[in-house]
């Protein structure tokens, strides 16, 4: 299996910051990658695809990069509706896997 | 607008078997992997299968042996079934439909349903 490890486990921000989250893969998954946002009761919502790639209607402020084993997601000026947890998930092979989750908090 | 609506009993004893359904809303059946995915309280997201249009599946190793999962095409339904569940299988489950043009990665997900083993 893929291990998908993700940091920081919680981070916690102001409004207007930014915000930086990382996700290694425990081998290459060339840029099969995506990020989502999760809220309390809620499901996931999809917000990066293929790594680099924002889903349609995700704020610009929200920016993921990298390929092979290292990829980041970036919240640039960080709003209220922000706080969340946010995971990684590879789509290289199966099982399919996810990182275990960065919790962004209010400061 | 593609909407995934699940259904399923919420309360099991051990050794039963978790059933869920999850119907589709919108949007073409066919030509989509259609995934069950969990989550523990508190915990991270556990990818458990998928199954493809055609009907072909791929199961998580790690559940492979209780795990079922098969699609009615003409009610634009699939179905989840775990078997000889246990308290470690309390969790909330998530349908999901994949992203169009990606096929194992998850662009639309049922509203979850909690699923408690208990005796």
């Known amino acids: 299996d893929i291990q998908m490890t993700q940091s920081p486990s919680s981070v916690s921000a102001s409004v207007g910051d930014r915000v930086t989250i990382t996700c290694r893969a425990s081998q290459g998954i060339s840029s099969w990658l995506a990020w989502y946002q999760q809220k309390p009761g809620k499901a996931p919502k999809l917000l990066i695809y293929?790594?680099?790639s924002l889903q349609s209607g995700v704020p610009s402020r929200f920016s993921g990069s990298g390929s092979g084993t290292d990829f980041t997601l970036t919240i640039f000026s960080l709003q209220p509706e922000d706080f969340a947890t946010y995971y990684c998930?590879?789509?290289?092979?199966?099982?399919?896997?996810f990182g275990g989750g960065t919790k962004v908090e209010i400061k | 607008q593609v909407q995934l609506q699940q259904w399923g009993a919420g309360l099991l004893k051990p050794s039963e078997t978790l059933s869920l359904t999850c119907a589709v809303y919108?949007?073409?059946?066919?030509?989509?992997?259609w995934s069950w995915i969990r989550q523990p309280a508190g915990k991270g997201l556990e990818w458990i299968g998928k199954?493809?249009?055609?009907?072909?599946?791929n199961y998580n190793p790690s559940l492979k042996s209780r795990v079922t999962i098969s699609l009615d095409t003409s009610k634009n339904q699939f179905s989840l079934k775990l078997s000889s569940v246990t308290a470690a299988d309390t969790a909330v489950y998530y349908c999901?439909?994949?992203?169009?043009?990606?096929?194992?990665?998850?662009?639309?997900w049922g509203q979850g349903t909690l699923v408690t083993v208990s005796s």
């Open positions: 199954i493809s249009h055609s009907g072909s599946t």
């Open positions: 998930q590879q789509a290289n092979s199966f099982p399919l896997t």
């Open positions: 999901a439909r994949a992203y169009s043009g990606y096929d194992y990665l998850f662009g639309y």
């Open positions: 919108g949007g073409s059946f066919s030509g989509f992997h």
């Open positions: 293929a790594a680099s």
